[in-house]
């Protein structure tokens, strides 16, 4: 007998409805979760990116700057002056200036032993400087080994000249050969001059009018017992080297001549006069060079010619004007390399033996210090005398009149 067929209970399963919603709950936090982590991931990697940037941004920096400071051409932006007021567009140089007020300075009296009037926080202070009179008469200083025009005049009434009174103190040479050391382009690259500042001394060191922090450096190599100077920026031959801010250029005519030196000559106090940055176009044309020592005479400064062209007619000029005036001997590193530089150190004493000084110009940079701090020393041990250019100018005077 058939059996009757029987239909199979299937089991109830769950409803698939509430793990669709669990799922789709899982699928909802996932999400957010994700999200969240993306974020973080992307906001993380923007913030490495620029922390990256900015490290690449300031090794280029720095590495820019100790390039430019190794160039005649050093970055300026770096250097941007702070703000001065402007001189009046009306100003003239006058045909007899009014005595200008005292600078920080040693004082030399006419034997070469220094005074002082104290100053506040006891800086050497003079009251006021008198100004130079008409040309002056008698002494000859050293001319310049025949590069250039006729050495020139100076006479007694320049005896309270800045040029002196802030003349660094130089040591006795007695009848030893001489040796003045200018470091120029100082101020700009800080850490650099620092160490210039720490060589053995006397040497000259002539800062940029438009480095920062001018004063304070300056205090530091005066009290180092170092001679300062003013090293003004002029117009060069290549029209593709910037001088820098304020540089005298030969189209400016002498009411900007006279304005820009002002600005820069009233940058800093305690220096004793200037020498040429670059300017190889600019110390070639006689007629803006006039202007330039019209206003060193009003000033009471010396001149140092750089010599950055053998066509400069810087030294002739001050001749002329009576300012007191030497030029340059020997560029120790045009090559930034130190076998040539123990070369134009060694160039310098042949000079300085020759002729009984010798005035080398250098730059702020790692091999010049170097080499000069170890060649100071030896120099004095084979009988040079290391001296300010001052000294060179004023024992020249002394030793013509007796």
């Known amino acids: 007998m058939a059996r009757r067929a029987t239909t199979t209970k299937r089991k109830k399963v769950a409803p698939k409805k509430s793990n669709r919603q669990k799922t789709a709950s899982k699928k909802k936090s996932g999400g957010i979760g994700r999200l969240m982590l993306g974020g973080a991931f992307v906001a993380g990697t923007l913030s490495a990116m620029i922390a990256v940037g900015s490290m690449l941004e300031l090794d280029r920096a720095s590495d820019e700057f100790g390039r430019a400071s190794d160039q005649r051409a050093p970055d300026y932006a770096l250097a941007e002056p702070e703000q001065k007021p402007m001189l009046r567009k009306d100003y003239q140089l006058p045909d ?72 660094a103190l130089a040591p006795d040479a007695g009848s030893k050969p ?20 720490e060589l053995p001394g006397p040497i000259t060191i002539s800062y940029l009018p438009y480095a920062r922090d001018l004063q304070p450096q300056v205090n530091a190599a005066r009290k180092a017992g170092h001679e300062v100077m003013l090293h003004m920026p002029m117009e060069p031959s290549s029209a593709t080297v910037d001088p820098g801010p304020h540089a005298l250029l030969a189209t400016y005519d002498r009411q900007k001549i006279v304005n820009e030196m002002n600005w820069m000559l009233d940058r800093f106090d305690g220096y004793v006069g200037v020498n040429n940055h670059m300017g190889s176009k600019f110390t070639s044309d006689p007629e803006r060079m006039r202007i330039v020592m019209e206003v060193m005479k009003s000033r009471g400064l010396l001149f140092l010619d750089s010599r950055t062209s053998a066509a400069s007619v810087g030294y002739s000029t001050a001749s002329k004007f009576g300012v007191p005036a030497i030029t340059r001997d020997v560029f120790i590193d045009d090559a930034d390399d130190a076998a040539k530089i123990a070369d134009m150190l060694a160039r310098t004493e042949r000079v300085a033996a020759k ?26 041990a084979r009988g040079f005398v290391l001296v300010p250019v001052s000294d060179i100018l004023r024992r020249s005077s002394r030793s013509v009149t007796g």
């Open 96 to 167: 007899n200036p009014p005595p200008m007020q005292g600078r920080t300075g040693y004082l030399i009296d006419e034997n070469g032993r220094t005074t002082a009037n104290q100053g506040q926080d006891g800086q050497n202070l003079s009251d006021f400087v008198g100004t130079p009179q008409s040309k002056p008469k008698g002494d000859i200083l050293p001319g310049d080994s025949g590069n250039d025009g006729p050495a020139i005049t100076v006479g007694p009434s320049d005896k309270d000249a800045p040029w002196r009174k802030f003349a």
């Open 178 to 197: 001489v040796i003045a050391i200018v470091i120029d382009d100082a101020g700009l690259d800080q850490p650099r001059t620092a160490k210039t500042v």
């Open 355 to 380: 002729q009984g000084y010798a005035i080398a110009i250098g730059h702020p940079r790692d091999l010049t210090i170097s080499a000069l701090r170890k060649w100071i020393p030896e120099i004095e």
